[in-house]
């Protein structure tokens, strides 16, 4: 009953920025954690960052500094600078929801390309 649907992702330059933004639709616990994620060519996929209905944030060690999520009620932001060749991948969009330490739901966006090229 939920869906995400994503958009901002393009080809830019190395040191450029891109927005990324995911909107969330359906039915929605209150206590969640949406996050990005990424895959690039050859790796496996990796927590870019995510943040809790509480506040909480994570980053990766290759983004801090870099990239900020925030959300509103129904759609959680990336704002990617200085953004590196190594940025590079499908980037997913992700709802977590639980109740009482058990998660009850799991959900993805169908992804977006970022390129980061000269």
């Known amino acids: 009953q939920v869906q995400l649907v994503e958009s901002g992702g393009g080809l830019v330059q190395p040191g450029g920025s891109l927005r990324l933004s995911c909107t969330a639709s359906g039915i929605i616990f209150s206590i969640n954690t949406m996050g990005w994620y990424r895959q690039a060519p050859g790796k496996e996929r990796e927590l870019v960052a995510d943040i809790a209905s509480g506040g909480s944030i994570n980053y990766a060690d290759s983004v801090k500094g870099r990239f900020t999520i925030s959300r509103d009620t129904a759609t959680v932001y990336l704002q990617m600078n200085s953004l590196k060749p190594e940025d590079t991948a499908v980037y997913y969009c992700?709802?977590?929801?639980?109740?009482?330490?058990?998660?009850?739901?799991?959900?993805w966006g169908q992804g977006t390309q970022v390129t980061v090229s000269s």
């Open positions: 992700n709802l977590r929801q639980a109740r009482r330490g058990v998660t009850l739901g799991d959900y």
